[in-house]
């Protein structure tokens, strides 16, 4: 029962982040709905299927599309009240990161899988759905540019895992959990921090021939 509420919190949140990227692009209510759903369900739908849980949740229990739905729809009906907390996109992006990273990792432990894979996996979970909403709006995954954003999930999962390995209450270690990845996540945003970035070929090439 607990995995399952957190489940369904970070598909709340997630579907909710996905109908506004949905709002941001102008889609109409058909297409928020989907992107709701493919926020809220695909990083769950992809742990559940990696770790044998088959039919994945998603699809065997009805709760998630109707997390998914409701969502779509109190975002599409009620935008004007979802931007009034600001840059909508973002925090419930952060929230549903920091429960689907947690979640992932909790549920792939119950599954029996290894500290380290089921850290790894948490972070896929946590991932997954900002990337199929990105994807789908035709906009660079955030994981792949943005500020701290994976690193956020999978120091999520770590503290879940050590928290599993010291048997600590599995509630109490979720909320740390959950509450470092948001933290993480925001603070990282708000400051600009971020890891290394390649440098563009361009910038080299543009440099040598100011040397030149």
């Known amino acids: 029962m607990f995995l399952l509420v957190l489940?369904?919190?970070?598909?709340?949140?997630?579907?909710i982040s996905g109908a506004t990227a949905g709002i941001k692009r102008r889609l109409d209510l058909f297409g928020i709905l989907v992107l709701s759903f493919a926020a809220g369900n695909f990083g769950g739908i992809t742990r559940d299927v990696l770790i044998g849980s088959i039919p994945p949740g998603a699809i065997a229990d009805w709760r998630y599309l109707g997390v998914s739905a409701l969502a779509g729809l109190v975002t599409f009906y009620w935008s004007s009240t979802i931007r009034k907390i600001g840059s909508a996109v973002l925090v419930?992006?952060?929230?549903?990161?920091?429960?689907?990273?947690?979640?992932?990792?909790?549920?792939?432990?119950?599954?029996?899988?290894?500290?380290?894979?089921?850290?790894?996996?948490?972070?896929?979970?946590?991932?997954?759905?900002?990337?199929?909403?990105?994807?789908?709006?035709?906009?660079?995954?955030?994981?792949?540019?943005?500020?701290?954003?994976?690193?956020?999930?999978?120091?999520?999962?770590?503290i879940v895992v050590t928290g599993h390995i010291l048997g600590a209450p599995a509630a109490a270690t979720a909320i740390l959990a959950a509450l470092v990845c948001f933290s993480l996540r925001m603070f990282a945003i708000r400051r600009g921090w971020s890891l290394p970035r390649a440098r563009s070929l361009d910038d080299g090439e543009t440099h040598n021939d100011q040397k030149s």
């Open 7 to 15: 489940d369904l919190a970070g598909t709340f949140v997630f579907a």
């Open 92 to 158: 419930f992006d952060a929230a549903g990161l920091a429960l689907f990273a947690v979640s992932g990792t909790q549920k792939a432990l119950a599954y029996g899988l290894d500290p380290v894979m089921a850290a790894l996996l948490g972070m896929l979970t946590g991932i997954g759905g900002g990337m199929a909403r990105d994807i789908l709006v035709a906009e660079v995954p955030n994981v792949l540019r943005a500020e701290i954003y994976a690193l956020a999930a999978l120091t999520a999962a770590v």
